[in-house]
């Protein structure tokens, strides 16, 4: 068989491929010279294996680590995700309920005053934007460069980019890192309620560095930024295409945190990362040799026969947690609670408000191999 994850066919419609390799080469070798692993039980066992899946090489798939959370190993990953993890309890990210309700509601008004539209650019880009730049006391002028620093860094966990769009990325994480280190000197100086602020205070006696509060705050912005807007606009483009599933929806309300649950496993914000091979590791009778790079595919993962029955179904009852759209492992999502809660108010509120979704023209999907949105969702909603 032959998989490229950077065909544009592939990333347009991975889930055949995704099959073939679950069925025929569970463990196999990509032309690009990286191995992938699809089936449910490798991939969460590969996850959880950071002692011999290292991230320390980078979750991309070029050799050129982002420095955040996600690409260090143990010690200096219990520390900071020790240091971290208070702000990040599903208890803490409920006391901001409010205002992400606040700012869902406000996008949906100005969405559905229209009657329709770029459901991508209305509203699945904006609210986790918001939803960041208010958490971390963002002012609303530079929300613009928000954006734009979190879609370069995207860019830098891609691959192939020419010497122009390199150069663009790093001006990007340059900006951002500075912006930041002044930010954090003010909170130092005179905290407030934000999480910058909350991060700032000591946890038992140990503080984060200026480094490691800039590589976090970087990490919120892609993680939190990104992965919720994939999340929407997947959601509401499978609500579109299997509207009996709505309707189950709006005669049974309590069906919505199931309902977020499988939008993660059906079409899963992150399709996969990477990791690199510190010794030698069979995997199916296969022998991946040490210091290769081996990406872990939870989309493919979480469409496994041998985990969920009728996988390409969107089965809104099904509530599957043990998906690994969050990974699982020490690496496991930091922010899922955020997004967790995030999807479940937008979706009452759209269950709420809406009668009927309709798509209103072809979709256009992202075009990072290891993240799967929508780039373009154009809709029409009948309001109830």
Request: with cysteine; aromatic share 8%.
């Amino acid at each position: 068989m032959h998989y490229d994850p950077f065909d544009p066919a592939t990333i347009e419609d991975p889930f055949p491929a995704y099959r073939a390799l679950r069925d025929e080469a569970p463990a196999y070798r990509t032309e690009h010279g990286f191995w992938v692993i699809s089936r449910y039980d490798d991939v969460v066992r590969v996850a959880r294996d950071h002692e011999r899946f290292s991230s320390t090489a980078g979750v991309g798939p070029e050799w050129r680590p982002v420095p955040m959370m996600i690409s260090v190993d143990p010690p200096d990953h219990t520390r900071l995700r020790r240091l971290v993890q208070r702000e990040f309890t599903p208890r803490a990210i409920a006391g901001w309920d409010e205002r992400v309700v606040g700012i869902i509601d406000d996008t949906l008004d100005g969405f559905l005053a229209t009657g329709g539209g770029d459901l991508a650019a209305g509203v699945a880009h904006p609210i986790p934007i918001a939803v960041i730049a208010d958490m971390l006391d963002v002012p609303t002028d530079r929300r613009a460069d928000f954006k734009r620093w979190s879609d370069d860094t995207i860019d830098a966990l891609g691959a192939g980019l020419d010497a122009e769009a390199s150069m663009r990325v790093e001006i990007s994480i340059i900006e951002f890192a500075q912006y930041f280190a002044g930010v954090i000197a003010e909170r130092r100086l005179a905290p407030g309620k934000d999480l910058l602020s909350l991060l700032v205070d000591p946890a038992n006696g140990e503080t984060l560095s200026d480094g490691d509060l800039v590589s976090f705050a970087i990490l919120l912005l892609v993680a939190g930024n990104e992965t919720t807007t994939n999340l929407i606009g997947n959601m509401v483009h499978a609500l579109a295409t299997n509207p009996d599933q709505g309707t189950r929806l709006q005669r049974d309300p309590s069906l919505i945190p199931a309902a977020v649950e499988e939008a993660l496993r059906f079409d899963s914000p992150i399709q996969g990362f990477f990791r690199n091979t510190v010794v030698d590791v069979e995997v199916h009778g296969v022998t991946i040799p040490a210091d290769e790079k081996v990406m872990v595919l939870f989309g493919a993962a979480n469409r496994d026969e041998r985990k969920y029955p009728e996988p390409d179904r969107f089965l809104v009852d099904r509530g599957p947690m043990d998906h690994v759209a969050f990974g699982a492992g020490i690496h496991l999502c930091l922010g899922a609670p955020l997004a967790r809660l995030e999807g479940t108010r937008f979706l009452e509120r759209l269950v709420e408000r809406v009668d009927r979704i309709e798509l209103a023209g072809p979709i256009e999907r992202t075009a990072n191999p290891l993240l799967r949105g929508v780039h373009r969702l154009p809709v029409t909603l009948t309001p109830r």
